[in-house]
């Protein structure tokens, strides 16, 4: 429940009222928060990943990347919305969480349709051609990063193609000019999304808040 600015019965009204995780992603988010303890809250909401599916399967997405994969929660949502052939490329720096993901993927049945790509998303993106259009990316990964990502990103994302951007109101801080940590880096992201010309853009108040950036 992280939307804490907001009156505490509302995130749980809205997990409730959304269709629910099934056994494989309830057993992830499990384990993923007896292996990492506080880091679990890194892990994408249950109705933000019913989300995911959703959008990839209305955008007919066959070609999807993912900045940020932790455990692997949000790539199985990802990938079980693509088309039949589709692929999501997943970048991780960690190989210890990316291994949980792995063993998670294929419970899923979904080894074929994931690409793991580790190392510095920067790079990763960076090297990926630009003539292969995207059709669907989700930036969930270090705050102060994600301007570069969303450069990368949309500059090969498909026209029609959509982003989404997680974190975006930082627990209600980012309506806070002189809030730190992540804040300032996020308020930079945020503008620099809506001031983009490329792009249509709304920032929905679910879970941390999710931003869905469609090109033109």
């Not at 997943?90 to 994931?114: F, H, M, N, P, Q």
Request: aromatic fraction near 6%; glycine fraction near 10%.
């Amino acid at each position: 429940m992280k939307a804490s600015y907001q009156d505490p019965s509302v995130p749980a009204y809205v997990a409730a009222h959304a269709t629910q995780p099934d056994q494989t992603l309830r057993e992830l988010a499990v384990e993923t928060a007896a292996l990492t303890g506080g880091n679990a809250e890194m892990q994408i909401s249950p109705e933000q990943g019913t989300l995911l599916t959703m959008l990839v399967q209305l955008t007919g997405a066959k070609l999807a990347v993912e900045v940020g994969t932790f455990t692997g929660y949000s790539s199985i949502c990802i990938a079980r919305g693509l088309v039949p052939g589709g692929k999501l490329i997943a970048c991780d720096v960690s190989e210890e969480w990316t291994a949980v993901a792995r063993r998670y993927w294929e419970k899923a049945g979904l080894t074929d349709r994931i690409e793991l790509r580790l190392g510095p998303a920067q790079q990763t993106l960076e090297a990926m051609p630009e003539d292969e259009p995207i059709d669907f990316a989700f930036i969930d990964a270090d705050k102060p990063g994600y301007a570069g990502y969303y450069h990368e990103l949309v500059d090969r994302l498909a026209p029609g193609g959509l982003i989404c951007a997680d974190n975006t109101l930082q627990g209600g801080r980012i309506a806070h000019a002189r809030a730190g940590g992540n804040v300032p880096a996020m308020r930079a992201f945020n503008d620099l999304v809506t001031a983009d010309p490329q792009v249509d853009s709304v920032l929905l108040p679910i879970a941390d808040g999710l931003t869905l950036i469609r090109k033109h």
